[in-house]
């Protein structure tokens, strides 16, 4: 059974930087992919990035150019870092494990972005 653990996420002005972390534990094959969803009020959950254990990343266009994914492949640790932030990346932030073809999510944490 694989566990993820996330962190950071608040409260953010428009223009300002959040980091998210996550880290992955329990049986972790070599090859996966981790990433972070994020679900706005009414909306439903969608990619923001994600990343392979070789490096190839993959972003949503909303975000390209502002967010950075990273991960620590020793660590089975992801990193988001968002900067210039505005008011629609306000959401619940899910870290996503992509294990073998099963899925596995961290407990959500909530983004703000205020005006």
């Known amino acids: 059974q694989v566990q993820l653990v996330e962190s950071g996420g608040g409260l953010v002005q428009a223009g300002g930087s959040l980091r998210l972390s996550c880290a992955a534990s329990?049986?972790?094959?070599?090859?996966?992919?981790m990433g972070w969803y994020r679900q706005a009020p009414g909306k439903q959950r969608e990619l923001v990035a994600s990343?392979?254990?070789?490096?190839?990343?993959n972003y949503a266009d909303s975000v390209k150019g502002r967010f950075t994914i990273s991960r620590d492949n020793a660590k089975n640790a992801v990193v988001l870092q968002m900067n210039s932030l505005k008011p629609e990346d306000t959401a619940v932030y899910y870290c996503?494990?992509?294990?073998?073809?099963?899925?596995?999510w961290g407990q959500g944490t909530q983004v703000t972005v205020s005006s």
């Open positions: 329990g049986i972790i094959f070599r090859f996966n992919v």
């Open positions: 996503n494990l992509n294990n073998a073809g099963v899925n596995s």
């Open positions: 990343i392979t254990t070789s490096g190839t990343s």
